[in-house]
């Protein structure tokens, strides 16, 4: 599987942006897929994460009530719907897949095989 990120963009402090990941390949459905994000200066981090089926996910607390992952798996899509943006979300987003069982997510980075090239996320207050 391969994964393209997209959707970044430079918004305002309260405003909403949709993130999509979008992968080629056939074995889409046996990945899970995550969002992780980088900051400048800073480790990468965990955002959000979405099982095979889209049952299950999973989030880092501080962003918990303002971001919505979904997947579409006929459609080879997972989308990261952010509300409320802050400028402390400012970074550098990334799509990444995973193999693992049927529900689980991830948190770390070294769980991940594939990688997206990363859509960059700008929030002025």
């Known amino acids: 599987v391969q994964l393209q990120a997209s959707g970044g963009g430079l918004v305002q402090a309260g405003d909403s942006l949709r993130l999509s990941c979008a992968a080629s390949?056939?074995?889409?459905?046996?990945?899970?897929v995550a969002w992780f994000r980088q900051a400048p200066g800073k480790e990468r981090e965990f955002v959000a994460g979405i099982s095979r089926s889209g049952g299950s996910t999973r989030y880092a607390d501080s962003v918990k009530g303002r971001f919505t992952i979904s997947r579409d798996n006929a459609e080879k899509t997972v989308n990261l719907q952010i509300n409320s943006l802050k400028p402390e979300d400012v970074a550098v987003y990334y799509c990444a897949a995973a193999s693992g069982s049927y529900y689980y997510i991830g948190v770390s980075s070294n769980e991940y095989v594939v990688w997206g090239q990363g859509t960059l996320v700008t929030v002025s207050s």
């Open positions: 390949g056939r074995t889409f459905s046996m990945y899970a």
